[in-house]
């Protein structure tokens, strides 16, 4: 069983930045795909971003092209959302995401990611 953990959520004003970090417990297999989502109140888990760590390529959200940038440290059995240019409507809280099945650039839902962290709050106020 692998735990993610995130950190590094908080509060900032709009405009500001954030860096979201995730721990997995275990190292990651060659078919690992790492994501994260938010979900605000009232509505549905959003994706965000995923990372395959076999090609390094990052897939994103349209609501979050060019502000937020994801990476990995496969070493560190680490993921990062790195948030730029954040908004008010980017207040949610923020989950890591991985799976180990093949495949990465078609995860986009709940259900195509098998391990989850607990959350972090994230707060953009104006």
């Known amino acids: 069983q692998v735990q993610l953990v995130e950190s590094g959520g908080g509060s900032v004003q709009a405009g500001g930045s954030l860096r979201l970090s995730c721990l997995a417990s275990k190292s ?3 078919t690992h795909c790492m994501g994260w989502f938010r979900q605000a109140p009232g509505k549905e ?3 965000l971003a995923s990372i395959s ?3 390094s390529t990052s897939y ?3 609501s979050v092209k060019g502000r937020f940038t994801i990476s990995r440290d496969n070493a560190k059995n680490s993921h990062y959302l790195q ?5 008010p409507e980017d207040t949610a809280m923020y989950y890591c995401s991985a799976d180990f099945r093949l495949g990465c650039s078609f995860r986009r839902r709940v259900d195509e990611f098998r391990y989850w962290g607990q959350g972090t709050q994230v707060t953009v106020s104006s």
């Open 83 to 87: 948030m730029d240019s954040l908004k």
């Open 53 to 55: 760590s076999v090609t």
């Open 28 to 30: 990651p297999s060659p």
């Open 60 to 62: 994103y959200a349209d």
């Open 45 to 47: 888990r959003e994706w």
